[in-house]
Antibody, heavy 121, light 107 residues
Framework: EVQMLESGGGLAQPGGSLRLSCTASGFTFSTYAMIWLRQAPGKGLEWVSSITNRGDTTYYADSVKGRFTISRDNSNNTFYVQMDNLRAEDTAVYYC??????????????WGRGTLVTVSS | DIQLTQSPSFLSASVGDRVTITCRASQGISSFLAWYQQKPGKAPNLLIY???TLQSGVPSRFSGSGSGTEFALTISSLQPEDSATYYCQQFNSYSFTFGGGTKVEIK
């Protein structure tokens, strides 16, 4: 059974930092691209960042580019997002997800339960 | 970025009804469209991918159709457990985007 578990959420001050982790199991982690998405309170879904299976290529939404950094450790079936210079508008439930598809045409077939990030002074 | 417009944003229907949600893309995306169901407090769950392929384990009352810019998710016979918010997602480009969501209520 595929399982994804996020950790690292919590309260951060504007301008502060947090690092989220996502540990996966139930599939061959090193063969899949992985994704971070988020959902602000009462709002819809937003793609945040993607990383290819080898970790050699990363992609970011314009809203987080230059502030967030995605990375992965295939030896530990874990990937991360380092979130710096946080803003109030980054407040959301952050989900990790497993990508599926061909080339860069990815949809998301397994999701974690989510971890809440609150940015407030 | 490719914009996705879902309609309606809310619908209320009775058990057994056939319901259809539409998703319109701002430019052609071939069949690179997925549908998700999200229940309150839970993560989204993949229902349909590549516009019409049913994800394993999803009930057959769910179906998807369309290509290019016009897509639809149909529930052939609405069940109480289908009360949820439904989102479409395009994966034509790596800057993935979602529709605004359709909340389905059971009368």
């Amino acid at each position: 059974e595929v399982q994804m578990l996020e950790s690292g959420g919590g309260l951060a001050q504007p301008g502060g930092s947090l690092r989220l982790s996502c540990t996966a199991s139930g599939f061959t982690f090193s063969t899949y691209a992985m994704i971070w998405l988020r959902q602000a309170p009462g709002k819809g879904l937003e793609w945040v960042s993607s990383i290819t299976n080898r970790g050699d290529t990363t992609y970011y939404a314009d809203s987080v580019k230059g502030r967030f950094t995605i990375s992965r450790d295939n030896s530990n079936n874990t990937f991360y997002v380092q979130m710096d210079n946080l803003r109030a508008e980054d407040t959301a439930v952050y989900y990790c997800a497993k990508a599926r598809g061909l080339g860069l045409n990815w949809f998301f077939d397994a999701w974690g339960r989510g971890t809440l990030v609150t940015v407030s002074s | 970025d490719i914009q996705l417009t879902q309609s309606p944003s809310f619908l209320s229907a009775s058990v057994g009804d056939r319901v259809t949600i539409t998703c319109r893309a701002s430019q052609g995306i071939s069949s690179f469209l997925a549908w998700y169901q999200q229940k309150p407090g839970k993560a989204p769950n993949l229902l349909i991918y590549t516009a019409s392929t049913l994800q394993s384990g999803v009930p057959s009352r769910f179906s998807g159709s369309g290509s290019g810019t016009e897509f639809a998710l149909t529930i052939s016979s609405l069940q109480p457990e289908d009360s949820a918010t439904y989102y479409c997602q395009q994966f034509n480009s790596y800057s993935f985007t979602f529709g605004g969501g359709t909340k389905v209520e059971i009368k």
